[in-house]
């Protein structure tokens, strides 16, 4: 099987994945393919860092921004979708670049894996939801320990949504464990070239994330954290890193300056979650930004690797 050649850009969050992304599109005549759990929803622009019209700079950008903040979004949903904006963007001569910072979505593509799939039972999943709420998440952890102790050891009891899910399988007669059990593998059609963006010293990096938290306040974070509470409180796209943190103090419960703190440690703590995934994912190369004299030397170096590995 002839394979798909593809450009694989991933990182930490406020690596420069999205500008060095639209950088190799220009270069390489190629559209970009989100990889973000998260850009998948309409509207919700600064709280997921998606790029801005004028940072796309006329590249095409797809599976971004197209699902509704009310909906729910899988990895097995992913996944034929990205295959076949990959085979379009082919089709027209054109590279397809991969872009985002959700692991399980480049390792499942690059991985050829098809996840078991169980349709969704809405109104368990509002009694659910209800329970945990006046129950606590304690208690729907201890009742889905019994019935599925391998998914309960994966799931924190305050982790609402995956809690919920986990429980809406079990009563449905499923479980997350036998949907895993259920996934297969295929031979995979692309070929990629897989670069890993980030910073050797800590500190610079740190202080990155700082200023994309500041950036995203002065952006309209909040306006955007209100909207989303009012229109999907209950939604997968109301659990992301951004606007959770920013619900107590549009709540009234907690002042700004502390929400922007969790928001900070929060964004920490998901980078070296990135990271560890990323390096045990052994076709990553890691690119430091902060190890060449410049962003032009970092471009090339990129292209040198991407020109060593793909005929374009």
Request: proline share 4%; glycine share 6%; net charge neutral.
């Amino acid at each position: 099987m002839e394979k798909i050649p593809m450009v694989v850009v991933a990182g930490p969050t406020a690596t420069g994945k999205t500008e060095l992304a639209v950088s190799l599109a220009e270069k390489y005549n190629g559209e970009i393919i989100g990889a973000d759990s998260m850009q998948v929803y309409d509207r919700l622009c600064v709280g997921t860092a998606r790029a801005t019209k004028e940072e796309m700079r006329g590249i095409p950008h797809h599976l971004v921004g197209f699902l509704d903040p009310k909906e729910s979004f899988s990895v097995a949903q992913y996944l034929p979708l990205a295959e076949q904006a990959a085979k379009k963007i082919v089709a027209k001569g054109k590279l397809p670049i991969l872009c985002g910072g959700t692991g399980l979505y480049f390792s499942s593509l690059l991985d050829g894996i098809r996840y078991g799939e169980t349709g969704e039972n809405e109104e368990l999943r509002l009694k659910l939801q209800t329970e945990y709420e006046t129950l606590g998440g304690e208690a729907l952890w201890q009742r889905l320990s019994l019935a599925d102790p391998r998914a309960a050891e994966k799931i924190h009891p305050n982790n609402k949504q995956r809690l919920v899910r986990a429980l809406e399988l079990v009563e449905s007669g499923s479980s997350i464990t036998s949907q895993n059990a259920a996934s297969r593998s295929k031979e995979s059609i692309f070929s990629p070239v897989c670069i890993a963006c980030d910073f050797e010293e800590r500190e610079i990096y740190w202080n990155r994330v700082a200023l994309r938290v500041e950036k995203m306040l002065a952006s309209g974070l909040l306006e955007e954290a209100a909207w989303l509470f009012s229109y999907a409180p209950e939604g997968t796209a109301a659990q992301a890193i951004a606007y959770k943190e920013c619900f107590p103090y549009l709540k009234g419960e907690d002042s700004l300056e502390h929400c922007k703190e969790r928001l900070i440690f929060a964004t920490r703590q998901y980078a070296k979650r990135q990271r560890t995934w990323l390096r045990r994912d052994g076709r990553f190369s890691f690119c430091f930004a902060d190890r060449a004299e410049n962003s032009q030397s970092f471009f090339e170096n990129v292209c040198k690797m991407v020109e060593s590995q793909i005929v374009l």
